[in-house]
């Protein structure tokens, strides 16, 4: 049977460090029916100067003024030619066989509309952490987001659920296009390899503003899927138990250390010498 077309859909704001890397990480696939679409997202001279540079029949690029990440990912879903989307950010890049593994468990699964992995988020440093999502049901997304936002997925799914959602400017439009997909019956596998390389950029670190923007993102999500929410409402309840759980054990991991008893120690004059002065 012929390898099906994979459509690689490539957003690109401002990434001209980092766009080749992405690019050459899906040229470097094991699988070879591919097509890569970049959107340029109203980019800089520098970036557009680097897009120039990427000359491959199988690469097309796109220019539109700056619009966001989910209307430049709905861009170029709209024109891709294959039944199955990759969506990649141009500072991120997969391993070699992520495209392979992806497509023989969409071919195998009829239920399963979308496919990730697990992941290492890295620096300039180099890795910093993992990243394992869990995949599953509707009821399984309601926490958090149990996919990566660089994920394979059936062309179909996009269409069922229109596409992502162009009011979600500064984040979460993964989350609620992973909610939307669920939700309309599809279920969500992770491949339990790290196929995934997540880049850390200096701006990734929310301030003060982004964390108040956040809870006006999650409002949304969650009265947009409010239907959905209601009917799982248990689930959440046994979900936040455990992530309270889990905190708590890591916690005790943390005062267990010689570090933090060092510095407890170390405080315990200041802390009575407070508690004197409030007398």
């Given at each position: 049977?012929?390898?099906?077309?994979?459509?690689?859909?490539?957003?690109?704001?401002?990434?001209y460090l980092y766009i080749q890397e992405a690019v050459d990480s899906i040229f470097k696939q094991t699988y070879e029916n591919i097509e890569?679409?970049?959107?340029?997202?109203?980019?800089?001279?520098?970036?557009?100067?680097?897009?120039?540079?990427?000359?491959?029949?199988?690469?097309?690029?796109?220019?539109?003024?700056?619009?966001?990440?989910?209307?430049a990912r709905n861009r170029g879903i709209s024109i891709?030619?294959?039944?199955?989307?990759?969506?990649?950010?141009?500072?991120d890049f997969f391993q070699p066989t992520f495209i392979r593994k992806s497509i023989e468990?969409?071919?195998?699964?009829?239920?399963?509309?979308?496919?990730?992995?697990?992941?290492?988020?890295?620096?300039?440093?180099?890795?910093?952490?993992?990243?394992?999502?869990?995949?599953g049901k509707s009821g399984d997304f309601l926490q958090e987001n149990n996919a990566l936002a660089s994920s394979m997925y059936r062309k179909e799914c996009w269409e069922e659920v229109s596409g992502y959602d162009e009011n979600l400017l500064k984040g979460y439009?993964?989350?609620?296009?992973?909610?939307?997909?669920?939700?309309?019956?599809?279920?969500?596998?992770?491949?339990?390899?790290?196929?995934?390389?997540?880049?850390?950029?200096?701006?990734?670190?929310n301030n003060r503003a982004d964390d108040i923007y956040r809870y006006e993102l999650l409002k949304y999500i969650y009265l947009k899927h409010g239907d959905?929410?209601?009917?799982?409402?248990?689930?959440?309840?046994v979900q936040l138990v455990s992530r309270m759980e889990k905190c708590e054990k890591e916690k005790l991991k943390i005062k267990n250390t010689r570090t933090y008893r060092l510095g407890n120690f170390l405080l315990y004059?200041?802390?009575?010498?407070?508690?004197?002065?409030r007398n």
């Open positions: 049977m012929e390898d099906p077309l994979v459509s690689v859909v490539i957003p690109c704001y401002n990434d890569i679409i970049i959107i340029d997202d109203g980019s800089n001279n520098k970036t557009k100067n680097v897009l120039k540079e990427l000359k491959n029949d199988n690469l097309a690029i796109v220019t539109q003024e700056n619009s966001g990440p989910s209307a891709a030619n294959g039944d199955f989307i990759l969506t990649l950010d141009a500072d468990v969409l071919r195998k699964s009829p239920k399963v509309g979308l496919v990730s992995s697990y992941a290492y988020y890295f620096s300039e440093n180099g890795i910093e952490g993992e990243i394992k999502p869990a995949g439009e993964d989350w609620d296009f992973n909610i939307s997909v669920t939700k309309a019956g599809w279920e969500v596998t992770i491949i339990e390899e790290f196929l995934f390389n997540y880049r850390l950029k200096p701006n990734s670190r959905v929410f209601k009917d799982n409402y248990e689930n959440m309840i004059p200041l802390k009575s010498i407070a508690i004197l002065l």
